[in-house]
């Protein structure tokens, strides 16, 4: 790996095809969380990728390459939903309210129909979701990087939770449908 991050730093494009061949399917795993789509998935990790080149010379050789990977992916991702979100309102949290009931666990709900769920949340939810239950990011950080308060970021995440659980029960209605 070391001699590839050389020859990106050189700007070889061999190395750099070679790179992104062998991060694309990690990178692609990250930003797809972030995206209504697989198009707009791959579009975001393309725009990622031409960061990383740009911006290879910055990388500390003494840390994992994956990480710093998975920061530029996930900026990227925000990017995007900067872009996207221009228009859209979003509720402070004096506005959010809570539910106290549970969603039934779906056992047999695949990795990708859960990445399918997250990806119908509108950007706004979608994002504050990847970024703190995902990602790790606590809601100040998160405000930080959305230019939203620690407030909407909570009340974002509780809509987005309150979205999902919706979303599993209209699944769970389905399935009981199908049985009876």
Known sequence: ????????????????RLLYQHYYAYALSICIRYSRNINEAKEVVNDGFMKVFAKIDQYNQDSPFKGWLRKIMINASIDQYRRELKHQQQDPVEFAHSAFTQPQALTDLSHDELIGLVQKLSPGYRAVFNL??????????IGKILNISAGTSKSNLLKARENLRDMLEGLNRISYEKVN
């Not at 590839?4 to 750099?16: A, K, P, T, V």
């Not at 703190?132 to 950080?141: A, C, F, I, L, S």
């Open 1 to 16: 790996m070391y001699l590839l991050i050389q020859g990106c730093m050189r700007n070889d494009r061999d190395s750099q």
């Open 132 to 141: 703190h239950v995902v990602d790790g990011y606590t809601h100040e950080e």
